[in-house]
């Protein structure tokens, strides 16, 4: 069965600070991959995806994430981080396009002046 | 435009209540979802209709009634509330990426 792991519960940086939030999935093929933001009491919102082909995928918002298939890995990035980042944010795995994601439990992202 | 709607955003209900969250897309897609998220954020599949029709059940128990009247609408009608179905349920579409609606907070006192 497949899994996501987000390590970190809550992560603290400080505005303008570079940002990496960290994922690792367990999945014997090349999953589909995403990364989800929810603000507070608000819907999950798509920051990026990656399907196949290019391992750097860009998103909305200046974030990007790489899929590393060694690592079991796909690390959220954003180079300067601003207030309005703050959320949790969501690591989460699916086989193909049309099936159910298995989500990883959050990181919450607090951002300080 | 709202591309996942979902009706109510709020719910507040007394145990042993029924209640119904209306879900609908205007983006095309076959495939719906409901996910519940729970009150420490995790989220969990719920049930899966692709063309209307049911594809996956996961372990829920079956006070809980998906029905898609059309490709573009799948509700979620819930029996006899619990005090344990406090959670938002979130209603989602794909064709290859899933788009989320803005969720129904559900609280059963």
């Known amino acids: 069965a497949q899994s996501v792991t987000q390590p970190d519960i809550h992560i603290t940086v400080s505005e303008g600070a570079s940002l990496e939030l960290r994922c690792n999935y367990s999945?014997?093929?090349?999953?589909?991959l995403f990364w989800y933001v929810q603000s507070p009491g608000q819907g999950l919102q798509l920051l990026l995806k990656?399907?196949?082909?290019?391992?750097l995928v860009q998103g909305i918002k200046g974030f990007e994430a790489e899929f590393k298939r060694s690592q079991s890995s796909f690390n959220l990035r954003k180079p300067s981080v601003h207030w309005s980042d703050a959320a949790e944010y969501f690591c989460?795995?699916?086989?193909?396009?049309?099936?159910?994601?298995?989500f990883g439990k959050g990181t919450r992202l607090s951002v300080i002046a | 435009d709202t591309a996942v709607s979902q009706t109510p955003k709020y719910l507040v209900t007394q145990m042993g209540n029924d209640k119904s969250i209306k879900c609908e897309q205007n983006?095309?897609?076959?495939?719906m979802y409901w996910y519940k998220q729970d009150s420490k954020k995790f989220l969990k599949i719920m049930f899966s209709?692709?063309?209307?029709?049911?594809?996956i059940n996961e372990t829920v128990p079956n006070r809980f009634s998906p029905k898609s009247p059309d490709k573009a609408h799948l509700n979620l009608h819930i029996n006899s509330l619990e005090l344990g179905d406090s959670a938002v349920y979130f209603c989602?579409?794909?064709?290859?990426?899933?788009?989320f609606g803005p969720g129904t907070r559900l609280l059963v006192l």
């Open positions: 989602a579409s794909s064709h290859g990426t899933q788009y």
């Open positions: 999945y014997g093929a090349t999953p589909y």
């Open positions: 990656y399907f196949s082909g290019d391992t």
């Open positions: 989460a795995v699916a086989d193909a396009g049309n099936t159910p994601l298995v």
């Open positions: 983006l095309g897609h076959d495939t």
């Open positions: 209709y692709n063309n209307k029709e049911l594809i």
